[in-house]
């Protein structure tokens, strides 16, 4: 009985404090109030985080950004997804080894409508392209073109996206995922 109010009093202040979270985050400039970013998720430089209308960022999201990261409209990223924008040097001119405190920062650019599932991790530097669908577990290592199909560690091509004219087709009537759900 205990253990069932202690359980209900802990969702009740998660949820408060994720509230306020949001409202933190939502009151930026550069994420639109028309996305939605589900509990626990983190950033490092929020200044540095773009996000776009009907974007959805899963549970337990954590975008380290010491560089730019952009999410197009329309992006669905699943949970527990990280994204990675800076490096320790350990390639020029090293100070200490195995590297040293210079951090190596590239932005990361994630396009239009792309899909993301759970557990994925993306590294500095990376485009992912429009249209694109990166499987559960994926470390996606270099840029992924448009309307691909990536899976594996370090995410290969699988194919590319059989439908890019019903996508294209529900692109021009801006039939976008998150904007149907919430009725917009």
């Given at each position: 009985m205990i253990g069932k109010i202690l359980f209900h009093i802990k969702n009740f202040i998660d949820g408060k404090i994720h509230t306020y979270r949001i409202q933190q985050v939502l009151s930026s400039s550069n994420i639109s109030k028309k996305c939605k970013i589900s509990t626990g998720f983190k950033f490092t430089n929020i200044k540095n985080v773009h996000i776009e209308d009907y974007v959805y960022m899963g549970r337990d999201s954590f975008l380290s950004s010491f560089g730019k990261i952009t999410i197009k409209r329309g992006t669905i990223i699943g949970p527990r997804v990280v994204i990675y924008t800076a490096n320790h040097n350990y390639i020029n001119?090293?100070?200490?080894?195995?590297?040293?405190?210079?951090?190596?920062?590239?932005?990361?650019?994630?396009?239009e409508?792309?899909?993301?599932?759970?557990?994925?991790?993306?590294?500095?530097?990376?485009?992912?392209?429009?249209?694109?669908?990166?499987?559960?577990?994926?470390?996606?290592?270099?840029?992924?073109?448009?309307?691909?199909?990536?899976?594996?560690?370090?995410?290969?091509?699988?194919?590319?996206?059989?439908?890019?004219?019903?996508?294209?087709?529900?692109?021009?009537?801006?039939?976008?995922?998150?904007?149907?759900?919430?009725?917009?």
């Open positions: 001119d090293i100070k200490a080894i195995p590297y040293d405190k210079e951090l190596l920062i590239k932005d990361v650019m994630i396009e409508n792309v899909w993301i599932g759970d557990s994925v991790i993306i590294v500095p530097g990376v485009t992912i392209g429009e249209g694109s669908v990166i499987a559960a577990g994926s470390v996606v290592v270099k840029d992924v073109p448009k309307f691909s199909i990536m899976g594996g560690n370090p995410a290969k091509l699988i194919k590319e996206r059989s439908n890019i004219s019903d996508y294209l087709k529900n692109k021009e009537l801006d039939n976008i995922y998150l904007k149907q759900k919430n009725g917009n």
